[in-house]
């Protein structure tokens, strides 16, 4: 009896199904998910984290039928809600939404990280991405990169920056570097702090996301120069990128993405990854990431992983140049 090609490809595809299922039910010993999903947050309620969370968790929660709930651990740059991710279960039932701060950067920025991101989280998949904007007070006498950059060098100590995260720390000091610019850093405990200094005239300049900004830049109380990312945003896009106005090489993209503990099991992280992946695209989704100028993306667990990598490598020689530490 002949099988015809349309046959056989349909009885593989159900093969390979069922033997995912099969690896799930035995290494959890039912189908995954059967009870509620939790999702930490390493942030108060209210930032990006906190809404790429919520927004995901809502969605698997239409999707699968079990109850997903959301729990903010803020701390210590995120590292209290990781390590609470990194000592549970490894059953699919406590993930975290990790951003860059807390994954690429914390592990070369403290002396003793209580965690190794590459060996103590599956990685799942980056739910969105979104650059900085390089951003002055109207005080400055600068409406380009290039003045910046001019009026600096002639007035040595006299700008200050604010950060209120270590990301926007080191993307801060990786344009010192990249520019031969010397700018003071005052710490803020947030971004709403970190905004609130340069809006007062306390600072000079911050990089921050683009959504807390946006509204005081085309109003006119702070001046947006330009993004960190390779190619200008939808949302700004008179506004060239830090790169294409002279300093070239220059990149700071920012994410935000899922992930499990260490050891959960292959079938569990796959079904995850592929209805992750699937919400971030839908088009309901894709909009309200659009009004925060946040690029969705669904990355496979592997390429999450390569560019957590690249990024420990990356952040942690601007960290070594500058001589940063967190305590």
């Keep these: ?119 103590d989280l599956a990685p799942v998949t980056m739910l969105g991405s979104f650059p900085l904007v390089l951003t002055l007070h109207p005080s400055v006498p600068a409406r380009s990169v290039q003045e910046l950059i001019s009026y600096a060098k002639a007035n040595p100590e006299r700008l200050k920056y604010s950060a209120g995260a270590t990301a926007f ?7 010192k570097q990249m520019t031969g610019t010397s700018i003071t850093h005052i710490p803020y405990k947030g971004s709403a702090q970190a905004i609130n200094a340069l809006l007062a005239g306390d600072v000079e300049m911050t990089l921050v996301d683009s959504p807390p900004v946006l509204q005081q830049i085309r109003a006119g109380r702070l001046r947006g120069v330009a993004v960190t990312s390779t190619n200008r945003i939808p949302s700004m896009p008179d506004v060239p990128t830090v790169a294409e106005s002279g300093v070239p090489g220059y990149e700071v993209v920012l994410w935000s ?34 009004t925060h100028g946040v690029v969705p993306v669904g990355n496979t667990p592997e390429e999450l992983a390569a560019l957590i990598k690249h990024e420990i490598a990356k952040y942690g020689g601007v960290v070594k140049a500058s001589n940063i530490r967190a305590e």
């Design 169 to 175: 720390l080191v993307a801060t000091e990786m344009f």
């Design 257 to 290: 993405s899922l992930f499990a503990p260490a050891g959960t099991p292959h079938a569990i992280v796959s079904k995850l990854h592929a209805e992750v992946a699937r919400i971030v695209r839908l088009p309901d989704v894709a909009e309200k990431f659009a």
């Design 1 to 119: 009896m002949r099988i015809t090609l349309a046959r056989l490809a349909t009885v593989v595809v159900l093969g390979a199904a069922t033997a995912s299922a099969l690896g799930e039910v035995a290494s959890t010993g039912q189908a995954y998910p059967a009870k509620l999903i939790r999702i930490i947050v390493g942030f108060p309620p209210g930032g990006g984290n906190d809404f790429f969370a919520r927004l995901v968790g809502a969605k698997l929660q239409e999707a699968w039928g079990q109850p997903v709930v959301v729990e903010n651990k803020p701390g210590a740059n995120g590292i209290i809600a990781t390590e609470f991710v990194v000592k549970s279960p490894p059953d699919g039932y406590t993930l975290l939404v990790g951003a860059t701060g807390q994954i690429s950067i914390n592990p070369v920025m403290y002396a003793k990280p209580p965690y190794d991101p590459l060996r």
